[in-house]
């Protein structure tokens, strides 16, 4: 029976350290806050925004939401991340994406000073991420990943990873953290030849393909950690891993399950980060 790595335990940890720090920077008189920008009201916007929003006062952090209408001008727009960039009582900024396609993310991504930039919009903060440079704030699904190793004392030094995902926003900066902890990398993407040969030697294999239930027992070795970051929809009104969990659930050393696993700890981490760019900006 495999080790299931549940991510209630982790994020009850980093929330007790979130309290503990907003209670004491709440005493010098700042409110640390997170402001949200949404434009339009997508349904998975919105709901992502509760969410946010419902973690975000379980831990005392202030969240203020610039909502806007999903035919703003490009101008207009620019205006609104502007003004919330240069408010000093929002201390990170969370704007959700995909943009409408009249929005030039490639323009407004820049907008956000690195400095509050608590979800690696500005290719700044991810340039940062590939220095090795500390004070950037990193994209918080691969962060996640690495707290819940680390929580769960599963060792990464000279382990072989196995990373399938090659994007920027989760495969190659989780590689460069994955380095900084001394594992021996291995970064998958749709060319890869044979994959379930490649994947069963790893010792610790992330799977984020946005594929229903694509990884069988074929994939993983018995001794294998395996860490699924999929959200699919389940097909039936739930939601699911890229993993097929009960497949694989007896066939390997650990495994997170999705929903509760590796998703939790990401809105975790974004709370950290909005608290330590109040800690910078507040220095
Ligand atoms: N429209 C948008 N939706 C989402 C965005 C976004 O920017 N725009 N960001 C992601 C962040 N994320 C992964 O990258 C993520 C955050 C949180 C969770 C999560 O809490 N998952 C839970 C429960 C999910 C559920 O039941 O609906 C879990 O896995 O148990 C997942 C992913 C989110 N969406």
Redesign the pocket.
């Known amino acids: 029976m495999a080790m299931i790595l549940k ?1 209630k335990p982790v994020v009850e940890a980093l929330k007790e350290d979130l309290r503990r720090e907003i209670s004491s920077i709440r005493e010098e008189g700042i409110v640390p806050t997170l402001g949200i920008i949404r434009v339009g009201n ?1 349904p ?2 919105v ?2 925004e509760n ?1 946010v929003i419902k973690n975000c006062k379980s831990v005392d952090l202030h969240t203020e939401v610039f909502d806007v209408g999903v035919d703003i001008t490009m101008e207009d727009f620019t205006a609104v991340v502007k003004d919330v960039n240069a408010n000093a009582n929002i201390h990170g900024i969370l704007m ?2 995909p943009l409408p396609s009249h929005l030039d993310i490639n323009a407004i991504k820049h907008l956000i000073d690195p400095q509050k930039d608590i ?1 690696c919009m500005n290719p700044m903060s991810l340039a940062k991420v590939f220095e090795g440079c500390k004070d950037g704030f990193a994209p ?2 691969p962060k996640a990943v690495i707290e819940m190793l680390k929580f769960n004392d599963i060792p990464l030094r000279g382990g072989n990873v196995v990373i399938i995902n090659s994007s920027l926003v989760v495969g190659r900066p989780l590689g460069m953290m994955m380095i900084d902890n001394k594992a021996t990398i291995t970064i998958c993407h749709s060319a890869t030849k044979n994959l379930p040969e490649v994947a069963s030697r790893a010792d610790i294999v992330i799977t984020a393909v946005g594929r229903r239930r694509m990884f069988d027992e074929s994939y993983f070795n018995k001794d294998a950690v395996v860490i699924d970051v999929g ?1 699919n929809d389940d097909g039936e009104g739930g ?1 699911c891993g890229d993993v097929d969990y009960h497949k694989v659930q007896e066939k390997v050393k650990a495994i997170t399950p ?7 700890v ?2 975790a981490i974004l709370m950290k980060h909005v608290v330590e760019a109040c800690k910078l900006q507040k220095a």
Do not use: E, N
Not at 258 to 263: F, K, L
């Open positions: 991510g997508r998975d916007d709901a992502y969410s959700f994406r979800d918080c699904t959200i939601i999705v929903p509760g696993g590796v998703g939790t990401t809105t």
